[in-house]
């Protein structure tokens, strides 16, 4: 069995954060948890005592980057998941990922459906699941998911991967992980950037995570401030010729929708 460990992402004093910590440590087969913050508090003191877990604080400004590495980087596993607080997992997530390597040890990263949850309320499956699911399909072709053009035909129309659903082999991919110029759309710039490099991108079509939308979500901030859209745009420019991106542009604005009335 690999080495593997949650690394729980903590902005602030959340409410879902002990949901989060519970579903990890209900896993079906066992992984390290620990607790990585930049905004120390005596909620996240008591949340690491209460469930025996190591705090880990990351001094300077909180910044989804820096913090994503530092949580990645403080874990002591071959195999990382940076879970994300508001967020729940599947009791076989860890399961899934430990079959994952067994099977392909080459995989670099290893990715699921999710479930959305809207506050506390799970959300039938939308259009916009629909298309993540079709866009994420080379990703399910797994004996040819080593292929760089098969790992980018899955990024060229949009990022359907759920980033909390992702685990990483840092043995093979190293640190940082994360190293992009956009603030929303890093995760979708590492992806393309590690598709180029050696190693399978697996997916598991099946909702392993609960994904949650809320008006604390930094995903909604970021589309009220307009990030989103300037940070996809530059995406897609990496990608398409610009009358193309303007046409994508249109459509994938649509996306933001799923977080109206969160």
């Known amino acids: 069995m690999m080495s593997h460990t949650f690394a729980i992402c903590a902005y602030k004093d959340s409410s879902y954060l002990d949901v989060c910590i519970h579903s990890l440590k209900k896993q079906s087969v066992k992984s390290k948890i620990i607790l990585c913050t930049s905004t120390p508090s005596p909620f996240l003191e008591a949340m690491a005592k209460i469930h025996d877990i190591p705090l880990y604080v990351r001094n300077g400004k909180s910044d989804i980057q820096d913090d994503w590495n530092f949580a990645y980087e ?17 009791r076989d997530y860890a399961a899934e990922v430990q ?3 067994e099977r392909y040890p080459d995989t670099t990263v290893f990715t699921t459906d999710c479930a959305i949850l809207k506050g506390e309320t799970l ?12 866009l994420r399909l080379p990703l399910r072709l797994h004996g040819l998911a080593d292929r760089t053009f098969v790992k980018k ?6 990022n ?5 659903s992702c685990t990483y082999d840092k043995e093979v991919l190293g640190a940082p992980l994360f190293d992009s110029p956009y603030k929303f759309a890093l995760d979708w710039d590492t992806m393309w950037k590690l598709a180029a490099r050696p190693g399978r991108f697996i997916c598991v079509e099946r909702p392993l995570i609960r994904y ?3 008006d604390g979500a930094t995903t909604k901030a970021c589309i009220q401030d307009h990030r989103r859209g300037a940070d996809e745009t530059a995406m897609y420019e990496k ?16 996306a933001y929708a799923a ?4």
Do not use: E, S
């Open 74 to 90: 403080k874990a002591d596993t071959r195999l990382v998941t940076i879970a994300h607080q508001d967020d729940c997992y599947h």
């Open 99 to 101: 079959r994952c390597w």
């Open 123 to 134: 959300q039938k499956p939308g259009m916009i699941q629909f298309i993540k699911m079709l």
């Open 153 to 158: 035909a899955a990024l060229v129309f949009g």
């Open 160 to 164: 359907p991967i759920i980033c909390p």
């Open 212 to 214: 949650r939308i809320h």
């Open 239 to 254: 990608i398409w010729p610009k009358p193309v991106v303007k046409v994508l542009m249109h459509f994938y604005r649509k």
């Open 259 to 262: 977080y109206d009335n969160a």
